[in-house]
């Protein structure tokens, strides 16, 4: 064996270190030892969940994605709250899991009762064909979970930056689109609110590798952001690098007066940017 | 080297030692086995794998890619990649969609001419255009990218290989690897071929964040890789508006005639380029529309730029990618 590596012209050792490395990822990014199996799910939920059971979460909430991931960096996926935000059960937290991602949990959005509505849009990286599971916890403590299953985009889409010098330029930016709010149920109660915060970031991957080049990309993404108005938090989300660059996330609420709508965020690097708007919703039909 | 770092949001993403061993041990078995010149015995010089180029003008040869997307039975030989000869050096430009293609194209040019092999440049990091790069290898040219290359092939490189695998099966890879550029280019550069000179000039972002056009002074052609295509749906990976306005710089230069990254392997410059910037003008238009009335991502990747669906080749594989990147984009303005 020696002999034969000795052998080997330079560029073959490059191309020998290349393929470990690659290979070194592959290993690493498994979700667990002898991850050959097929169900990713079945080792990532005991994880997440504990042992706790899962129901069917179809009479709660419906998932919506393209069928297949037209570009693999931004993926809009849609979950759709089925019933409203009642005072006597809601959902209080759901968990966008992408199984065969290297870091298979999004986010986690959680929610208040003042929400009204817990549906929530936002924006993903998929790396491989994959399924794409919103698990809802309503205040009942009860799991509730929904899937669709994601075809990987083709070959020249990655999961990686558009324009990276821009998203680190403008890092930090924030802009809130505003909703016409939907009527409310009877005319007693407060009309919801619907409203998009966009957050301009890389929020990129440290898995990101080294081939010969020499680069290395540490991971910085968004962990936190806290959307919050009227003394009360609407949502708050822990994100993750499967969040897309410039991390986006569409909600609902229920005005707790006319505070301004705050939203606090925060990075793996400690940065925080913080802005507010206000309530009255710049009319968008 | 061992510089692998990750900070897991999740726990269980780790790094072990032992999975450091067995991974390092596989590479070795594979490289012991699968060496890199077994896929060029196979398909490269000597044999009549010769990729069929055409010289559009004096010296200046390309090979026409498929209107397709990389498949095994194409060998990835859908960009329109080639090589121009000058007196006493010949520069390779984009290398095909695997080291096979590249070595494809590597033996038309030693059917033509014996010149070294000086230069090979990547006018981006697409995989059609870069993975031939390894055929070059033991021709030591310098390879020439945009100064943002070797980042977007750090960040891209091991997933475009694993999804081409997936693809195309490992075969048809065989011996396919990411080579980054070891001449960044920033501010233009020129280099001589004897007979000609070659301008090389790195863009901002438009097509990708590390688009690079090659302009032959002898012959006056421009090749502008992927920032201008024909027939098949130009594909946006970069900015929408960025890419207009990088369209706008290059239909100043004053060539005769341009070689895009796909469709025909000539055509007049500057009008060869109405057509992409009519769609991505309706894109733009449509867009903006779509983001006023406050409608989802969702919803507009199914509506966006329609018109020009009977227009162009791939636009199902492509179009809802450009509504997605290009609304992702103007819904900031």
């Known amino acids: ?285 | 080297m061992n510089t692998f770092h990750y900070t897991a949001p999740n726990k269980r993403m780790r790094l072990s030692a032992p999975s450091v061993f067995i991974a390092l041990a596989l590479s070795v078995v594979v490289c012991l086995h699968a060496p890199l010149s077994r896929s060029q015995e196979r398909c490269g010089a000597g044999n009549a794998l010769e990729a069929s180029v055409e010289e559009i003008a004096s010296g200046v040869y390309v090979r026409a890619g498929v209107t397709a997307t990389m498949t095994a039975d194409n060998a990835g030989a859908i960009a329109n990649v080639g090589f121009i000869i000058g007196t006493e050096a010949i520069a390779v430009i984009d290398t095909g969609g695997s080291a096979c293609d590249g070595s494809r194209l590597r033996a038309a040019i030693r059917a033509r001419s014996q010149l070294p092999i000086k230069f090979v440049i990547n006018t981006h990091m697409h995989p059609d255009h870069v993975f031939g790069n390894a055929a070059f290898v033991a021709d030591g040219p310098t390879f020439i990218g945009h100064h943002n290359l070797a980042r977007a092939l750090a960040a891209r490189g091991a997933h475009y290989l694993e999804a081409n695998r997936d693809i195309m099966g490992a075969a048809a890879l065989a011996g396919t690897e990411i080579i980054a550029p070891g001449l960044p280019v920033e501010d233009p550069i020129e280099i001589a071929l004897g007979g000609t000179t070659l301008e090389i000039v790195a863009h901002p972002t438009g097509h990708t964040d590390n688009d690079l056009t090659v302009f032959d002074r002898r012959t006056r052609t421009l090749w502008t890789g992927d920032l201008v295509f024909l027939e098949h749906l130009p594909v946006v990976d970069g900015s929408l508006k960025g890419w207009l306005a990088v369209m706008d710089a290059l239909k100043k230069i004053p060539a005769l005639r341009a070689v895009p990254g796909h469709g025909p392997v000539s055509v007049p410059w500057p009008r060869g380029v109405a057509d992409q910037e009519r769609y991505l003008a309706v894109l733009v238009e449509d867009l903006r529309g779509l983001i006023a009335t406050g409608r989802s991502m969702n919803d507009a990747i199914a509506v966006a730029a329609e018109s020009e669906r009977d227009k162009w080749l791939l636009f199902d594989e492509f179009n809802a990618r450009n509504a997605s990147v290009g609304f992702a984009e103007l819904e900031w303005e």
């Open chain 1, 1 to 285: 064996m020696s002999e034969a590596m000795i052998a080997m012209p330079v560029r073959l050792w490059r191309s020998c270190l290349a393929i470990g490395f690659l290979m070194l990822a592959a290993v690493a990014l498994a979700p667990a030892p002898l991850s050959a199996a097929e169900d990713v799910w079945t080792d990532l939920k005991p994880d997440l969940f504990d042992e706790r059971p899962i129901k069917d979460g179809s009479q709660w909430l419906a998932i919506e994605a393209p069928y297949r991931a037209h570009d693999a960096a931004l993926v809009p996926i849609k979950i759709t709250a089925l019933k409203p935000q009642s005072v006597d059960n809601y959902i209080k937290s759901i968990t966008l899991v992408i199984d065969k991602n290297p870091a298979p949990v999004a986010a986690v959005f959680h929610l208040a009762q003042e929400s009204g509505l817990a549906s929530i849009s936002t924006r993903v990286r998929v790396n491989a064909y994959s399924d794409v599971r919103a698990i809802a916890e309503t205040a009942d403590g009860t799991l509730y979970m929904v899937s669709r299953f994601v075809k990987a985009s083709g070959g020249c889409s990655a999961p990686a930056q558009k324009d990276f010098d821009e998203s680190i330029a403008s890092m930090g930016r924030m802009k809130l689109r505003h909703y016409t709010p939907r009527p409310a149920a009877d005319a007693a109660s407060t009309p919801v609110h619907e409203a998009q915060l966009m957050i301009r970031h890389p929020n990129t991957s440290g898995l990101q590798m080294n081939q010969v080049t020499g680069y290395y990309i540490p991971a910085h993404f968004v962990d936190e952001i806290a959307i919050r108005q009227g003394g009360k938090t609407l949502l708050f989300i822990e994100g993750a690098i499967s969040l897309s660059e410039d991390p986006t996330v569409r909600f609902h609420f229920v005005p707790q007066g006319t505070g301004d709508l705050s939203a606090r965020v925060e990075d793996t690097e400690g940065n925080v940017y913080e802005a507010a708007w206000p309530v009255e919703p710049a009319a968008m039909n």
